[in-house]
C-alpha cells in the first residue's frame, strides 16, 4: 500500500489548498494517512509570510527529512523562494509552487512512479475534508490588492481573484452533503470579495445564496477590511441569526500617521465610528482584531495611544504581533525601524492591557445560554464552538460539563456560569435540533 500525508502550516487559507492537494491522491493508488511521518510521500504545505513563518516551515522541512521519505514542498515559502530552495534545499525531491498545483499529479509522477494519476486536476468538491465532521473553510478569493506597505501577500498570492458565485455554490453544497453544520467564509480581503470579476463587491448577494442551504447552522465570516463593512453587511449580520455576529476586522494600528505609512486605508475616527455603529446595531457583536506593534516610525506617543484606543473600544478578542521587516515590502526600506527589545516590550504591554479587557467581557457572559457545536471531548470537559469564538482555538475555548454523552458535531445550548481573561465554562443545557429551528 503506497501512502501519502501531509503538513499544512500556516493560515487557514493554506489548509484549504492542503484538502485540496490531497483531493488529488483520494481517489487514486495512494492512501491518505494522517502521521505525515508514516507515509511513502511527505507533502509540507508552507508558509512564507513572516520571518517566524519561514523559520517554522524549513524546521519542519528539516525534521521530516530524518524518516527519508520522498519530500515534497509546496506552498507560500516555495511560490516566494523558489529559486533559491532550488539551490539550497537538496533534502526537498520536489517543490511546487502554488502557481503550479494544477499540474501537482505530473510533478509527483516525476519522483514516485507508481503514483496513478486519477483525478484530473484540482477539484473544490474533491476536497478531504478533516475529520471533524462539523466544520469546513469555503475559500471565496484568492491574492489581495490592498497593497499594505508590510504586506508579501500579494508578492506570493497576487491581486484579487475572486471566484465565480455558482463555482463557490457548488463547492458550498458539496460540504453540506458531508454534514457541515459550521461554514466558514474567508479570502484575503473578504469583504472586497468580487469587485475584480463583477465590477461591485458582492459578498452580500454570496451570504444571501449562502442561506438558502440550510443544512448550515452557522456561517461566520474572517477577515473583513474596516471601509468595506457597509450598513448592508450590518443589516445582513443582524437580521440573519445563522450568520454568526462576529466581525474579525484586522486594524493593525489606531494612530493616522501610521495607518498612512502602512497604506491602510480609513483612520482612527473612522474605526471608532465603525465599532461604535457595529454595537449599536448589534449588542451581541463580538469585535476581533489584529494589530501590529514596532512598525518603523512609530513612537511611544504613537504606541501610548495605540494602548488608549485598545482601551476604548475593549475588543472581545484581540491578537498582537510585531512588525517584521519583509524584503520587497514597501517598509523593508523605510527609516526608523524599531528594535526588537521595543517590539517585544510593546507586545507584551498590548497584551496586558487587553488581558483586563478580556477578563472584564468574559465575566460579561456569565449567565448567558449560548447555542454551539461540540467541538472536541476531553476526560474532563467538553468544548464549543458559539458565536463567540472562531476555529484554530485563537479566541480561547468553552468549556462544559455534560452528564449526557454528547458526541463531536453535536448542536447543544450552554448556560455560561464562570469564566477566566481568555476562556468560559458553563453547563449543559440541551440538545438543539437546529433544522428545526
Known amino acids: ?112 512512479k507508481r503514483f496513478k494519476k486519477i483525478t484530473d486536476g484540482i477539484w473544490y468538491y474533491n476536497r478531504v475534508i478533516p475529520y471533524n465532521g462539523y466544520s469546513a473553510y469555503l475559500k471565496i478569493a484568492e491574492g489581495c490588492s490592498n497593497h499594505c506597505s508590510y504586506c508579501a501577500i500579494p508578492l506570493i498570492r497576487g491581486e484579487l481573484k475572486s471566484r465565480r458565485i455558482k463555482d463557490i455554490m457548488i463547492e458550498a453544497k458539496y460540504l453540506a452533503t458531508r454534514n457541515i453544520k459550521e461554514l466558514v467564509v474567508i479570502a484575503q480581503d473578504t469583504t472586497k470579495y468580487g469587485l475584480d470579476i463583477y ?21 461566520r465570516l474572517l477577515y473583513l477590511y474596516p471601509d468595506e463593512i457597509d450598513d448592508d453587511l450590518i443589516q445582513l ?44 446595531e448589534i449588542p451581541n457583536a463580538i469585535l476581533r482584531t489584529t494589530i501590529m506593534v514596532g512598525f518603523p516610525g512609530e513612537t511611544q506617543e504613537d504606541f501610548d495611544n495605540l494602548i488608549d484606543f ?78 463567540y469564538n472562531a476555529p484554530d482555538e485563537i479566541d480561547g475555548n468553552i468549556l462544559f460539563n455534560s452528564r449526557r454523552r454528547l458526541k463531536v458535531g453535536d448542536v447543544v445550548k450552554v448556560e455560561i456560569t464562570n469564566s477566566t481573561p481568555y476562556d468560559l465554562y458553563g453547563e449543559f443545557v440541551k440538545t438543539v435540533d437546529f433544522k428545526k429551528q
Open 1 to 112: 500500500m503506497k501512502t501519502v500525508g501531509i503538513i499544512s502550516l500556516g493560515c487557514c487559507k493554506n489548509l484549504v489548498d492542503s484538502e485540496l492537494l490531497l483531493g488529488y491522491f483520494k481517489d487514486s493508488n495512494y492512501t491518505v494517512v494522517t502521521q505525515p511521518e508514516t507515509a511513502d510521500v511527505i507533502i509540507i504545505n508552507t508558509c512564507g509570510f513572516i520571518l517566524d513563518a519561514k523559520k517554522e516551515s524549513l524546521d519542519m522541512i528539516f525534521e521530516m527529512a530524518k524518516y527519508k521519505k520522498k519530500l515534497v514542498i509546496t506552498g507560500c515559502l516555495v511560490q516566494r523562494y523558489y529559486k533559491e530552495l532550488k539551490k539550497e534545499l537538496p533534502e526537498a525531491d520536489l517543490l511546487v509552487k502554488i502557481s503550479d498545483y494544477p499540474h501537482l499529479y505530473d510533478k509527483v509522477i516525476q519522483i514516485d
Open 199 to 219: 465590477g461591485k463587491v458582492k459578498i452580500v448577494d454570496l451570504l444571501k445564496q449562502l442561506l438558502e442551504i440550510k443544512d448550515f447552522q452557522f456561517i
Open 237 to 280: 449580520i443582524k437580521n440573519e441569526k445563522r450568520i454568526a455576529p462576529y466581525f474579525d476586522i484586522p486594524i493593525q494600528h489606531s494612530e493616522d500617521r501610521i495607518l498612512k505609512a502602512m497604506n491602510r486605508r480609513g483612520s482612527k475616527q473612522f474605526l471608532l465610528n465603525l465599532f461604535k455603529k457595529i454595537r449599536k
Open 310 to 387: 485598545i482601551k476604548e473600544v475593549k475588543f472581545d478578542h484581540l491578537g498582537v504581533f510585531a512588525y517584521s521587516r519583509e524584503e520587497d515590502t514597501p517598509s523593508f526600506n523605510m527609516k526608523d525601524q524599531i528594535s526588537d527589545e521595543i517590539k517585544t516590550k510593546r507586545v507584551d504591554d498590548v497584551m496586558i492591557a487587553q488581558y483586563y479587557i478580556s477578563k472584564e467581557k468574559n465575566e460579561s457572559h456569565i449567565g448567558e445560554i449560548m447555542t454551539g457545536i461540540v467541538i472536541k471531548r476531553t476526560n474532563r470537559y467538553y468544548y464549543l464552538r458559539s458565536y
